[in-house]
């Protein structure tokens, strides 16, 4: 291991400026009484200063706070995002090679790094809050210098000439880096951001391939409960319908994908939002991004769910389960088994249609909304949606199925 050896008593003490003191350090609220003594802060600068001066553009000297686990020796810093370029490397696998043995990440996939790009961008613009989880990278330890200050604080010096393998978050740091890279106001948005780094001290590349491999079996978090948690676009727009229709209040899951054979739910919280994206655009997957002010989304949620509880009103198979707070198990079984609007294709199909009566200002044509509920047998074994969606009593979700059943309505609509 390659640690720091010094004795601050050797080491040239550097005067502490005014503008360094601890009130013109520390962001806390200045109600709060002062965890510890200024003195302290000075004398952990004062012993700092002198190595920032030693190895001055020598390599990037930060504070680090330790762990150990998985027999490992951890330190974890944070870098601003215009340091990260030169602090992190990623050795992708590329997308033509056929050898992954020789590298440590999976190759890039650019589509998800636009994503995050965009989701920083849409966030930061809203003047809304965003996050982004720390990197994880490794270092074989004789490459560096680190020492402890006291227990887990530790100073870590990473000379010039190294670069941190990543071994988890290669997306996050490309997408930091173009957006630095670019000429326009997205480096103003990360430059000066610090980001996290875990810095596991593994010199072994075997083990570091290893490691990967370990971080990657993450478990898959249900598209129902990151809808129930998002707070942008469609998602957001869909928690609002959920609170505002009463024929989804109290009747979806918010945490499983599905609302459960033998629940109480009829629908799961991503079948809302399907039908939110099916509604303005026709399309299921589409996420609404350019739904970001608070005031819009509240408008375009009130317009929705005025639109869908006039629908379930009127209809007379979907009457009587909206007017009820809450149902049983037999009765929430009943509705999936016996009703198209009881399962998520027909939500997309309903959402479909709904795009039809769009009008000006997000609003909806409530005639016309009136004469989808009342003109469409919304039984599951009606004719209308048979040889579609329901075949022999299947469901297929398919988006031919899907695109057939929505021309049969239209049809019967005479809006085709």
Known sequence: ????????????????????????????????????????????????????????????????????????????????????????????????????????????????????????????????????????????????????????????LIPNDISLDITDGQHRRKAILEMIDADNADRDIVADQTFPINLVLEGDFEQCQIDFHDMAQTLAIPQTLLVSYSGKGRDLIAKRLIEKVDMFRNKTNLVQKTPGSKSKYVYAANYIAKLTSCAFKGNSNDQLQEYTDEEKINNVADNLANCLNHFFTVNNYTAKFASKEELDTQEASKFRDSYLLGVSVGLEILGKLLNKTLIENDSFDLEKVSHIAINLDWLRKAEIWSNSVVREDKINTGQAHVKDAVNHALSKLGWL
């Open 1 to 156: 291991m390659s640690e720091f050896n010094f004795s601050t008593s050797h080491q040239p003490t550097i005067p502490m400026l005014e503008s360094q003191s601890m009130e013109s350090n520390l962001d806390c609220n200045s109600s709060q009484p002062m965890l510890v003594q200024e003195s302290l802060i000075r004398s952990i600068k004062e012993a700092i200063q002198p190595i920032m001066v030693e190895q001055y553009r020598t390599g990037q000297v930060f504070l680090a706070i330790g762990s150990k686990h998985g027999q490992r020796q951890i330190l974890t810093i944070n870098a601003f995002g215009r340091e990260l370029s030169q602090l992190l490397r990623g050795r992708n696998t590329p997308s033509d090679s056929n050898n992954p043995i020789a590298y440590k990440n999976r190759p890039i996939d650019q589509k998800h790094v636009d994503k995050i790009k965009e989701y920083i961008r849409t966030r930061s613009k809203a003047n809304r809050k965003w996050i982004l989880g720390a990197i994880t990278a490794n270092i074989d330890p004789y490459k560096i210098k680190y020492q402890e200050l006291w227990r887990d604080l530790y100073i870590l």
